[in-house]
């Protein structure tokens, strides 16, 4: 019996069937353990790959904060002297800033590990789907309006868009607990080259 098992294992590992096979497996595996890591931090989306600037500290294409930069140091300092003024607004200071978790911002090809929560603060950084929207947006939240609801916004952005004023809890999965740096990049160019 074993050695009928290895036969056809042999069969279904070997050529071109062999590609297919590992690619159903990883398949299988990626699925299984977004599934099982969804159970463990209560959201239905545990990683979430970075795949645009708006949480970069670095200026692309020469803006930062709606800025033109030139010979950007990339430290804090630099990142709030050009983007004080998108935050000042919200009576967020430097030092209020220094707080918040994850205060580098995030990259593009960052991993952020998401875990659903009870209660949202000012700094954490979310995962939401904005309504009639393709793709969840991950922003940090700026400000808690009267109601509960949250207003959000990048930290590279100038300004917040249009669906960052009111965004309810039930359209919240869940706050970023852990990053991990840049193995999100082969995703990002595959996004970018199929143009989603």
Known sequence: ML??????WKMATEGWVGWITYALLGIILAYTTNFVLGLILRTDLPLVVVVS?????K????ILCGTYVENFAQTFDEYWI????????????????????????????????????????????????PKDAKYPII?????INEDGSFQTKGD???????????????????KVVFVIPYIGLIKVLVVRVMGI
């Open 3 to 8: 050695e009928k098992i290895r036969k056809y």
């Open 53 to 57: 600037s708006s949480m970069s500290h």
């Open 59 to 62: 200026p692309e294409k020469g």
């Open 82 to 129: 050009y983007c004080e003024k998108t935050f000042k607004n919200f009576g967020i200071t430097k030092e209020d800033f220094m707080r918040f978790p994850f205060n580098k911002g995030l990259s593009v090809g960052d991993v952020a590990v998401v875990a659903g929560s009870d209660s949202y603060s000012v700094g954490d950084i979310v995962v939401f789907s």
């Open 139 to 143: 922003h940090r939240i700026v400000a």
């Open 156 to 174: 590279h952005n100038f300004a917040q868009l249009p669906y960052e004023y009111k965004v309810e809890k039930n359209q919240i999965h869940g």
